[in-house]
């Protein structure tokens, strides 16, 4: 795509395969009722584009600044993503199964990921401020050099999921024991 003329493009009830979106600024537009398939966002800012009804299916997120963003209003059958570089914030993944969802090396700060379900996702390398976890299958995810993280042992499913040391240790904040 030229990004010359992206601006004046409109993203509403359109269908897009194996498209690569590059270097361009989406704040504000509305994906709604539009079709992403295999496609790949780089560079791209994200920042509150509206997705009521959105398809996205297969879609690469690499280094884009995704802001503000309630992906819950996707169409969740056919939801399938993978953030690589990203920074993301302020954004809404509740209730969503994310399933082996690749989440490495990104910024994941403010967002919410109560109910979600991560079993097998991979947030390796990421910093996760101020996100929340509660309720949500983290089973076989990778947290491995993962930072910032505030996840109760008591509010979420863990089986096999992996830590690294010394972050690791931020499980235990919710006992309310002393380390020394």
């Known amino acids: 795509m030229n990004p010359s003329n992206e601006s004046s493009m409109t993203y509403e009830n359109g269908e897009y395969h194996q498209e690569t979106?590059?270097?361009i600024n989406f704040s504000e537009q509305s994906f709604s009722s539009s079709i992403f398939t295999d496609c790949v966002f780089e560079n791209c800012n994200l920042s509150l584009v509206t997705l009521a009804d959105t398809s996205m299916q297969n879609a690469?997120?690499?280094?884009?600044?995704?802001m503000g963003i309630n992906f819950t209003t996707c169409n969740t059958l056919t939801l399938s993503l993978s953030f690589q570089d990203c920074l993301i914030s302020n954004s809404i993944f509740a209730d969503?199964?994310?399933?082996?969802t690749s989440f490495k090396n990104?910024?994941?700060?403010?967002c919410d990921f109560v109910n979600a379900n991560l079993s097998h996702c991979n947030f390796e390398e990421t910093d996760l401020a101020g996100t929340l976890f509660?309720?949500?299958?983290l089973s076989f995810a990778s947290f491995r050099n993962a930072r910032n993280y505030?996840?109760?042992?008591n509010n979420v499913f863990l089986k096999q999921t992996i830590f690294s040391e010394p972050e690791a240790l931020s499980l235990l904040r919710s006992f309310d024991i002393i380390i020394k």
């Open 21 to 23: 979106f590059s270097s």
């Open 60 to 66: 690469k997120l690499i280094s884009p600044k995704v």
């Open 96 to 100: 969503l199964d994310l399933k082996k």
């Open 106 to 110: 990104n910024q994941i700060l403010d």
């Open 134 to 137: 509660d309720n949500a299958n």
């Open 150 to 153: 505030q996840i109760n042992p």
